[in-house]
């Protein structure tokens, strides 16, 4: 017969063993996923300058550059539609919002890219498309951006013999930016032919070159 110390002993010893399996068939928590290190590195950039259509092809295809969606901001107008940004009433801009790796291609870089773009000299509108709906304006989400944005400006600003009238586009703070319908994502790619028809009878390069000089347009697709 078993002291009742020894049974005591047996019984906190099977104790312990039984805890010991529990927490052994019970799965450890994992810990969160961590975020994807390119996905927290990729930035925005928001840059009005006349049609959409155009302004995306620029960026379009560009190493670093993962997205170019055209739409409307600027104005306080909630989702607002193509035929109420082309009423004039909306103060929004047609604009193209670009998400990019900043280790593959620099904000200054797609800075660059606008201003060969635009026309910075037209308060009207941007080529043959008029109003302020087709104004030239750089949207800074950051005060990083807003200082690059302002230096550039300055920069051809200062240049000599570059432009005879001053630039007038301006330079904002981002607002919320509304993807335009689907029927204008990639137009150059969904109706080609009507595109370049479109492009080519606004004289858009034509007026790039003049501007900038050969070879007046640079960026991306054509």
């Not at 107008?77 to 919002?97: D, I």
């Not at 509108?125 to 990083?144: K, L, M, W």
């Not at 981002?174 to 137009?187: I, K, L, M, N």
Request: glycine letters at 8%; proline letters at 7%; aromatic letters at 10%.
């Amino acid at each position: 017969m078993r002291s009742p110390l020894l049974l005591s002993a047996l019984l906190v010893q099977l104790g312990v063993a039984t805890a010991h399996a529990a927490a052994a068939k019970t799965p450890a928590a994992m810990p969160a996923p961590a975020a994807s290190p390119a996905a927290a590195t990729l930035q925005k950039a928001t840059f009005a300058a006349g049609c959409f259509w155009c302004l995306e092809t620029a960026f379009e295809g560009l190493p670093g550059v993962k997205s170019v969606t055209s739409g409307y901001t600027g104005g306080p107008e909630r989702n607002p539609t193509y035929e109420q940004v082309s009423s004039k009433t909306t103060g929004h801009a047609e604009s193209v919002q670009i998400t990019f790796d900043p280790r593959q291609i620099t904000y200054a870089q797609l800075l660059d890219l606008f201003w060969h773009n635009t026309d910075p000299t037209d308060a009207g509108g941007q080529f043959c498309d008029r109003g302020p709906e087709y104004r030239s304006e750089v949207f800074c989400h950051d005060a990083t951006q807003k200082k690059l944005a302002e230096e550039s400006k300055r920069a051809i600003e200062t240049s000599p013999h570059r432009f005879k009238q001053p630039i007038v586009t301006k330079i904002v703070a981002a607002t919320d930016f509304w993807p335009a319908e689907e029927y204008h994502q990639d137009f150059y790619k969904k109706n080609p032919e009507r595109y370049h028809e479109y492009r080519s009878g606004c004289g858009r390069d034509r007026r790039l070159t003049e501007l900038w000089g050969k070879p007046g347009r640079q960026g991306g697709e054509k």
